[in-house]
């Protein structure tokens, strides 16, 4: 059975995981073993019990939430082995040298910030055991000050997006813990520019399935308000 655009609720209290949440999210799909979410930022994906993956409290879009533990592993096997596809909406800081293009680095937490990730370079100190993340982008809209880009993470690693485009001088619009001191924010935003638009997953009964997430709202205001790049 399928449900589009349908309704569950949110946790009342956050110390406990529930095994459906349901109150105030949109749901994309829904059958026996899988449940869809368009979580909205401001939501930690730590309160879903058997999550197949995460977003960051403040990414919104697509999430996976798996109804017993036969499917988690299932489809959790799919993302270990990059099987996945991911996209992503982000809208970055400045313009970007090339409108399209990829990043490969090691990844790993920082030493002088434990709530971050960096990027560690081969062989510099810190980085054994360090882990590859590949990053794919276009642009697809350029504005006087940022660029709204579509991203593609090839890997799944923690604060990847965010991390990357940091590291090449264009951190996502509102990002408080990657950004740049005293660094331009387009009126408005509450939150950083990023949002999980769409994804592609192998299901249990080995039905491959497409689900879609638009830009929220909250996002599509900022977009009209800024200048287009002439």
Known sequence: MTSKRSWVQIPQCPQKKFKMPNEGLKVIYEDDDLLVIDKPAGINSDVFEKRVHRLDKETSGILLVAKNDKTLEFLQKQFRERKVEKKYLALVIGNLKNKKGATESLIGRSAGNRKKQKIYLPHEPGSQGKRIAITKYQTLQRFKDYDLIEVEPKTGRKHQIRTHFSYLGHPIAGDNLYGFK?????????????????????????????????????????????????
């Open 182 to 230: 005293n660094q331009p924010r387009p009126q408005g935003l509450k939150r950083q520019f990023l949002h999980a638009c769409y994804l592609k997953i192998k299901l249990p009964n080995n039905q491959e399935k497409e689900f879609k997430s638009e830009l929220p709202e909250d996002l599509q205001k900022i977009l009209k308000n800024l200048n287009l790049k002439n």
